[in-house]
């Protein structure tokens, strides 16, 4: 695979996109939060991944982010499982807890 020589202008203003976009998506996530949305946190990663890679490309081209892409695939989706189950876990125990605590009070 032959390098890329890096366009400095191009690597300027697409860093100037990620870190306007960092900005902008870390008020989204703080407002997700103050919603109390449950389970956004690997959505949360899985967007914010994706938009760091596609802002590489002008920089690195589209091959070789091609293939990170499938690095944070292989490792994010294993990730993205265990949380999913975890969360719904946690909310089931909450559920059963809660029953179990309507019931003592109604006895």
Do not use: N
Not at 25 to 32: D, L, M, R, T, Y
Not at 45 to 71: E, K, W
Not at 75 to 102: F, H, N
């Amino acid at each position: 695979m032959q390098q890329k020589d890096i366009f400095w202008l191009d690597f300027g203003w697409t860093l100037a996109a990620a870190l306007l976009f960092g900005i902008v998506f870390a008020f989204v996530v703080h407002w997700a939060s103050k919603r109390q949305m449950v389970g956004q946190t690997a959505w949360a990663v899985v967007v914010g991944v994706v938009v760091t890679l596609l802002t590489m490309i002008p920089v690195f081209g589209l091959d070789q982010v091609a293939i990170m892409s499938c690095y944070f695939g292989a490792t994010g989706i294993p990730m993205i499982v265990e949380y999913i189950l975890r969360v719904q876990s946690e909310i089931q125990q909450d559920k059963e807890k809660a029953k179990g605590l309507a019931k003592d009070l109604l006895k």
